[in-house]
């Protein structure tokens, strides 16, 4: 537990140590599994940097992206598990399809692949993740709105697994709410 407890303590130091002009939004999401071999809850804190790219647009559309930083916490509330919780960093370039209009309500599909690291690689003898290094990935639908389109509420269906780097390889998947705001 100590070998996985420093780095993430470095991770977050880092966040925090970062200027703020750097970072671009912020966000909390939370969810939980649907899976019938685990019962897990999470609740993630995020840091994003837009890419400033203008992206290929078209017909009022934008792609562009952003990269997006993560802590979060696992609560294990599985059958049998194998430890009551966990901690995971993230980290994910996210591809965005948005609307590019300047008022309202500006709809947008996401997606990425990103790498994530847990401090446990189990939740319960039914669900083990063979190595605490995972590929998380993620299809979301969200909403920006607000001044500036600064807020930000999504949707994201998400998967974590090694992708068969080692045996064995249950991965997980999460419903997740997002709440964000953009600087």
Known sequence: ???TVAPLLGVVMA?????ARAVDGVAIEAGNSPSSNADVSLVRLGVQWDWKARGLETRGWRVAGYWDL?????????AGRTHPGLWEVG???VFRVRQTHPGGLAPYLEGGIGIHFLTETSVSPRRRFGSSFQFGDHLGIGVRF?????FDLSYRYQHLSNAGIKSPNNGINFHLLRLGYWF
Not at 15 to 19: C, M
Not at 146 to 150: Q, V
Request: hydrophobic letters at 35%; zero cysteines.
């Open 1 to 3: 537990m100590k070998k």
């Open 15 to 19: 966040i925090f140590a970062a200027p």
């Open 70 to 78: 993560q802590l979060g916490y696992w609560n294990n509330d599985s």
């Open 91 to 93: 980290f994910t370039p």
């Open 146 to 150: 607000g001044p500036r389109h600064a």
